[in-house]
C-alpha cells in the first residue's frame, strides 16, 4: 500500500523555487480557478507523468505508488596515483604523463586499458630481448616456416641449416642443426614434435612485430 500525499503536499515537493514564487503571487491576486489553469498548463508534462503513479484518490487525498530510492551519485574522484619516488627524471615524467592520460577515463575501462598496455609493453621488451641475439639464418628460418603454412618436415629444416652452414662456414664450422634450432625452442618461437617443425603463435606475433617495427635493420649470420 503506498502513502497517502495530498496535492499540496506533491505540489509543494515540487523543486522549482523559483516557479513555485510566481506561481503563489498569481493564486493571491487571482485565485485558484485561475491558478490551477496556469499550473496544468506549465506543468502539464510532469502532472502527466505523477498521474501514472496514483493508485487512488478520494476525500482523504491522493495515493500515489511508492517510488523506489535509488540514489544515482555522480563522483568526480581524482585519480590519486602518485609517480614513484625512486624513479628517474625520465621515468618520473613518464609516469606523470600516463597518470594525466588516464584522468579523463571511466573508472570501468582503466583497468583493461592499462593490462592491454602492459600486455603490449611485455611482449615488445622480450621481442627486443629476442631481437638483439638472434641470427639472421634463425629469423629467415622462422620467415620461411609462416610462409610454408606454419610448419615443415625435419627434415626440410636440417636441409636448411646445411645451406646456412655451407654460406657461414667459419661461424657455423662446429655447429649442429640441433644446436642451432634451440634458440628457436628456448625462445618459443618454434616447436618440435616427432619429424615436424612448426612455428608458434609467438613466433607468427614475432615476425609480425619484426616487419612493423625492424624495416631496412639485418642480421648476422
Do not use: C
Not at 498548463?41 to 530510492?69: C, H, Y
Not at 621488451?125 to 638472434?134: A, H, L, P
Amino acid at each position: 500500500m503506498g502513502d497517502v500525499v495530498t496535492f499540496s503536499q506533491w505540489f509543494f515537493s515540487v523543486a522549482w523555487l523559483d516557479v513555485f514564487k510566481v506561481v503563489t503571487e498569481l493564486v493571491v491576486g487571482l485565485g485558484w480557478p485561475a491558478a490551477l489553469i496556469f499550473i496544468a498548463i506549465t506543468f502539464r508534462k510532469e502532472i502527466r507523468k505523477k498521474f501514472d503513479d496514483i493508485e487512488s484518490a478520494g476525500p482523504a487525498g491522493v495515493t500515489f505508488r511508492q517510488q523506489s530510492q535509488v540514489q544515482v551519485v555522480e563522483t568526480d574522484q581524482e585519480l590519486k596515483i602518485d609517480v614513484s619516488e625512486n624513479a628517474s627524471t625520465v621515468q618520473k615524467a613518464l609516469e606523470a604523463t600516463l597518470i594525466r592520460d588516464l584522468k579523463p577515463i571511466d573508472d570501468q575501462q582503466r583497468i583493461p586499458i592499462l593490462v592491454h598496455q602492459l600486455a603490449v609493453a611485455r611482449l615488445g621488451r622480450q621481442f627486443e630481448s629476442i631481437y638483439s641475439v638472434i641470427f639472421a639464418s634463425q629469423l629467415e628460418g622462422l620467415k620461411r616456416l609462416r610462409d610454408n603454412g606454419g610448419q615443415t618436415s625435419l627434415d626440410q629444416a636440417e636441409q636448411f641449416f646445411e645451406r646456412v652452414k655451407s654460406e657461414h662456414p667459419d661461424f657455423y664450422a662446429s655447429s649442429t642443426f640441433t644446436e642451432w634450432f634451440h634458440f628457436l625452442q628456448r625462445s618459443e618461437l618454434a616447436a618440435l614434435a616427432g619429424s615436424s617443425v612448426s612455428i608458434t603463435d609467438l613466433g607468427r606475433e614475432f615476425l609480425v612485430y619484426v616487419d612493423e617495427t625492424k624495416v631496412g635493420r639485418t642480421r648476422a649470420f
